[in-house]
């Protein structure tokens, strides 16, 4: 097997003084490995992914991506940063610039891209998602799943070698959902190392290589999902996933 | 089916509710008590206008002439004053017979503001033209080149003095108060404790104290044999207090700017600066033109205090021109009103110009 592309060993966290809320994560995710986290709330899934690109910092433990260490070195911070996209669930898309303008901002102004080629790339991308016709509106004048594929395609624009998705969906009406899973399903097609935070269990039956539950800040259960499906190995899993699959 | 067909009977058509008459009927005369506030105030208006216009135009005194003025006292209005005094309220001291430079200069820095409002002319040349006008209005003011006369900065007065006092201090308190903004919002306690005590000190005391200081304190501390133009003592001054009011307002719009946009910054790898530049600071001051320019506009009034430091300029100069003539002294009013409609007519161009700026801002939520 060759080396992995991220590696927790032993990591922890805590915010404020007495909230711990990441315990002993010990998780290696391989190049091109799909997995999808889930867990009740506060299970520390969405603070997990984002100490991948360091919107959170961990205390203790090592974290590695790509091959690089995260310490509080800045540059190791940047050049993680350009490996990693992600996805929100409130999109946090540039409200006051164009939907092109939001996908050629990174690649020109930290790939220092001449426009050209950066607006290429962008409609490119934006293809990738279905919208294309939507280059020139503002993001506000979009659905949310309009929004939220911009927002992937915005991602796309710098070429990560991992994708990591906060929820993607959850802010969605039922009927946008469909439209962004099925893009991020073609994604995963395509060899992107995937990290999904999401209560979609379709979505990961259908695509995830490894399905991992969180609660309380730890790593309860990981397999593979028909396994994790209809083999659960805990009881926390199992009342998890009687709640989630029960109606 | 044996019915047979019966049309609706006809109806009158609808009380008219749009144009004068309907206007008229259903805001002025709606009920009893808004047909009784309007009767009073149209007999208000017909006994106050003539007054008024009289007072305004019809009996007024156009010409300087002292007698004709007092004869009119109370009932027209002394023009005569402005005709009389107009060139020392809106040039002060300067040299008579050299007004024209200050003239000159004013147009050029006026055509400079009005030019940096349109749109179209916000290209990097517009720096070189603030530059060039800039020069051109200190080597006239100031003269001592060019086989222009000297004149020292303490004989400047009036309107230039007004306009370019703003626009200076407008021009230099603006990015100062957007880096302090950032800087009270910073993770490091050295430049956030300096935000916050540059803040908290320059709001706690007047303005009139801060010039005051400016003028006549900070010579005590300089090395002997250094002297700093009271102008430019004073510009800073003005400039520096400005800062810290309008540093607050900036940072209300950067509190209000939703955390997810630093994040999805942060992610995409721009830097600290970067995301400032392009993110958060184009979003928190769209947010805040109206209090920005309400600062603006204060700023451009404030000038007038300088007076205290003995700068005289446009409501100063109106002073000084009267406050010396025991002729023309009981006229301060009519002067007053002169110089209350040039400064009202610059403070109005400026709201109005705010307008435009958030309306050009909006597009973007704007379906």
């Known amino acids: 097997m060759t080396e ?50 360091r919107l959170e910092e961990h205390q203790q433990g090592t974290l590695k991506v790509d091959g690089v260490e995260l310490t509080d070195d800045v540059k190791a911070i940047e050049q993680i940063r350009k490996e990693v996209g992600m996805v929100f669930q409130q999109f946090n898309l540039f409200p006051h610039l164009t939907v092109l303008e939001n996908l050629t901002l990174a690649p020109m102004w930290v790939s220092k891209m001449p426009r050209k080629e950066a607006e290429e790339r962008a409609m490119l991308n934006l293809k990738r998602v279905r919208i294309a016709e939507q280059a020139e509106k503002y993001p506000l004048q979009l659905s949310g799943g309009q929004q939220q594929r911009v927002a992937i395609a915005r991602a796309l624009c710098l070429t990560p070698k991992i994708m990591l998705f906060d929820e993607p969906t959850s802010a969605l009406d039922p009927e946008m959902i469909k439209e962004v899973l099925d893009v991020m399903t073609e994604l995963a097609n395509q060899g992107i190392t995937m990290i999904c935070v999401t209560h979609e269990m379709g979505f990961a039956k259908a695509v995830a290589d490894r399905v991992i539950f969180m609660d309380q800040g730890q790593i309860v259960e990981q397999n593979s999902p028909h396994e994790f499906f209809s083999n659960p190995k805990s009881d926390r899993t199992k009342d998890f996933l009687s709640k989630i699959l029960g109606h | 089916m044996a019915d047979t067909f019966t049309p609706i009977a006809p109806r009158s058509a609808p009380i008219k509710t749009e144009g004068f008459v309907p206007w008229v009927r259903a805001n002025l005369f709606g009920d009893v008590r808004s047909s009784v506030v309007t009767v009073v105030m149209i007999g208000l208006l017909v006994y106050w206008l003539p007054v008024l216009m009289n007072w305004l135009f019809f009996k007024a005194v156009f010409a300087p002439n002292t007698d004709a003025c007092q004869a009119a006292r109370g009932v027209g209005a002394c023009w005569g004053v402005i005709t009389e005094k107009y060139r020392l309220i809106i040039f002060g001291r300067y040299p008579f017979g050299e007004q024209w430079r200050p003239e000159l200069a004013t147009i050029a820095l006026v055509g400079l503001l009005v030019a940096s409002c349109v749109r179209a002319f916000w290209k990097p040349w517009l720096l070189l033209l603030w530059a060039a006008v800039l020069a ?232």
Request: include cysteine; charged fraction near 15%.
């Open chain 1, 4 to 53: 992995p592309i991220i590696t927790f060993d032993k990591v922890n966290k805590w915010y404020g003084n007495n909230f711990h809320v990441l315990r002993d994560i010990d998780l290696s995710v391989a190049k091109g490995e799909r997995i999808v986290i889930c867990g009740p709330s506060g299970s520390g899934k969405s603070t997990l992914i984002r100490c991948i690109n």
């Open chain 2, 136 to 367: 051109l209005f200190f080597t006239l003011m100031g003269g001592g080149i060019l086989g222009l006369e000297p004149v020292p900065t303490d004989r400047w007065g009036g309107l230039p003095l007004t306009i370019m006092l703003a626009t200076l201090s407008i021009v230099f308190a603006f990015p100062i108060s957007v880096l302090v903004a950032l800087g009270r919002r910073s993770k490091l306690p050295a430049i956030k404790t300096f935000c916050v005590i540059y803040v908290e000190l320059i709001r706690g005391v007047p303005l009139i104290s801060v010039l005051f200081m400016a003028s006549f304190m900070f010579p005590l501390f300089m090395p002997p044999g250094i002297s700093i133009d009271v102008l430019v003592r004073v510009l800073v001054g003005i400039t520096l207090f400005a800062a810290a009011y309008m540093a607050e307002i900036v940072r209300g719009g950067l509190q209000a700017i939703p955390k997810g946009q630093q994040e999805a910054a942060d992610t995409l790898g721009l830097s600290y600066w970067q995301a400032q530049r392009k993110i958060i600071l184009p979003q928190a001051l769209a947010l805040v033109v109206p209090g920005i320019m309400n600062n603006f506009i204060s700023i451009f009034k404030d000038t007038s205090l300088v007076t205290i430091v003995s700068l005289y300029e446009l409501t100063g100069a109106m002073g000084l021109a009267l406050n010396s003539d025991a002729d023309w002294r009981p006229f301060k009013i009519e002067a007053y009103l002169f110089i209350a409609a040039i400064y009202f007519a610059f403070c109005f161009a400026m709201s109005r110009y705010s307008l435009w700026i958030e309306k050009r801002l909006n597009r973007s939520t704007t379906r």
